[in-house]
């Protein structure tokens, strides 16, 4: 485990203090670098939310949220009653206009770091920060992190990005993605440009075709709401799914400095080809879940768990991607989410070429090599090749793997992506975080899909839950000779 180095004290901010990711992801990940000795003992955590609480009530709401998403190894009593020392409650709705700020400036120092995360619904971004401006509280190194999805469409993320900056710098402006906090997705970096054997590899002459899979078997779990109007494509491909595509398919930066980085994977994004209108339905598929099982029990359908009788929005996205470059000329990414699937797995697929000629008997099936990327539940990799199984009798060729599993190699408890990004974001390091070109260029490739989509009237597929999605997203990889990959291990929740 790498050497934990303290953060200066610091003010964090946190509107949409009692919400979900609040309580389930934010608290626990602020404790957890607490617990370790990263953040300061005078540092500040102050949650910001419309509900009638006293700070002290909010620290009993923050407790019983340790309780529940911490694990009990790691609820250390001493610890603990520091870390509700750090917690403070303001009552503020920060949508109204008439609002009375003087309690939250009250409890921020002048001297130290502040950082505003906004966990809320992206059209309350520009009216806070516009308050926070106002109010002369984005001053003394302030940062506003900003939670996916940023905008609905182009023209709403341009009108984002334009509110939130006339107010914080671009420098000043965090747009978090957690997958680009988890260790195996930093680790593309590593297996991509400190690794000679893999880099010399990753073009079109070797490589087949990529599959990026982000596959949950939750439906929307209280999220109704939010997720009708927003759909797979909105809230997984957009960010997630292109942000994983970046990395895979990025030139080498100059440096690891964060505009390097996210000059390369603007790159990518500017270089995806546009779907063209009439190639939408052969190139994508979206589906909704209906009643199933999963994991050997009976879950309702999308409509059931929304309270409604009818939604046109997909819970399933999957789509052939190409790239127009030098690179990656021919070789097609495909893209797969989804929600009620059989395994809750995230998992990157590069499979290479098959060999144009074998020296080996016909009744010896040759499989191509495969490097398998596993982002969760179980982070590690895996490359398949063939080998010769050992005893006598012959040449018997079958495909085994070389496995690094991050829990047996390196040991230990690993940070969670948040608490990676959140430390972040109190250094000013913005290397894994969205510059606002790029969010703005993945919406420019995803927002004809959705147009495309609309124009059509057609309402998703079905899919049973506990199914890999319609039917139609196996034809879409069938049909050009491939399969997805779906030997998943165990991956259930």
């Not at 075709?209 to 491909?237: C, F, K, N, P, W």
């Not at 179980?378 to 495909?399: D, I, S, V």
Request: aromatic fraction near 8%; glycine fraction near 8%.
């Amino acid at each position: 485990m790498s050497k934990i180095i303290p953060v200066p004290p610091f003010d964090f901010v946190i509107f949409g203090g009692t919400g979900d990711l609040t309580l389930r992801k934010l608290l626990p990940a602020l404790y957890h670098r607490f617990l370790d000795g990263q953040i300061p003992a005078e540092s500040q955590i102050i949650a910001v939310a419309r509900s009638d609480l006293s700070s002290a009530a909010y620290r009993g709401r923050a407790a019983d949220a340790l309780r529940h998403y911490v694990e009990p190894a790691n609820l250390r009593n001493p610890a603990e009653t520091g870390f509700y020392e750090m917690l403070h409650y303001v009552r503020l709705d920060a949508a109204a206009e008439d609002q009375d700020w003087s309690g939250l400036h009250s409890l921020l120092s002048n001297d130290r770091i502040r950082v505003f995360y906004l966990a809320t619904s992206p059209n309350l971004f520009g009216p806070i920060c516009d308050a926070l401006a106002h109010n002369g509280l984005n001053q003394n190194e302030a940062r506003v992190v900003l939670e996916k999805p940023i905008g609905r469409d182009l023209e709403s993320a341009q009108a984002i990005n334009d509110e939130v900056g006339r107010c914080f710098p671009e420098a000043s402006t965090f747009r978090i993605d957690h997958f680009l906090g988890k260790e195996t997705v930093q680790n593309l970096l590593a297996l991509r440009f400190a690794n000679t054997i893999f880099e010399r590899l990753w073009n079109a002459d070797v490589i087949d075709h990529v599959q990026i899979t982000v596959a949950e078997t939750v439906g929307v779990e209280g999220r109704g709401g939010y997720y009708d109007h927003s759909g797979a494509l909105r809230d997984m491909v957009q960010n997630h799914l292109l942000q994983l595509l970046c990395l895979l398919a990025m030139e080498q930066p100059v440096s690891l400095g964060a505009d390097a980085v996210r000059d390369e994977k603007l790159k990518v994004l500017r270089s995806l080809r546009p779907l063209e209108l009439y190639e939408v339905p052969a190139m994508t598929v979206r589906g909704q879940y209906i009643a199933g099982a999963v994991n050997g029990k009976p879950v309702p359908g999308y409509l059931a768990d929304l309270g409604h009788n009818e939604s046109d929005i997909e819970t399933f996205v999957a789509i052939k991607a190409e790239l127009n470059s030098r690179r990656w000329a021919g070789v097609p990414f495909y893209l797969r989410t989804g929600k009620r699937m059989p395994q809750k797995v995230s998992e990157i697929v590069v499979q290479f070429r098959r060999l144009p000629f074998s020296i080996f008997p016909k009744e010896h099936t040759l499989e191509a090599n495969k490097l398998i990327i596993r982002l969760q539940p179980e982070e590690g990799m895996r490359l398949e090749m063939m080998t010769k199984e050992p005893g006598p009798g012959g040449l018997q060729l079958r495909p085994t793997g070389l496995d690094i599993s991050y829990e047996k190699t390196f040991g230990g408890r690993f940070p969670d992506a948040y608490e990676r990004l959140l430390m972040d974001t109190v250094r000013g390091n913005s290397t894994l975080f969205m510059r606002r070109d790029e969010v703005e260029a993945a919406w420019q490739w995803v927002t004809p899909i959705m147009e495309a989509w609309g124009s059509r009237g057609e309402r998703p597929r079905p899919y049973a839950a506990g199914s890999w999605g319609p039917t139609a997203a196996i034809a879409l990889i069938e049909r050009d000779g491939r399969t997805w990959h779906e030997d998943l291990g165990d991956g259930q929740e």
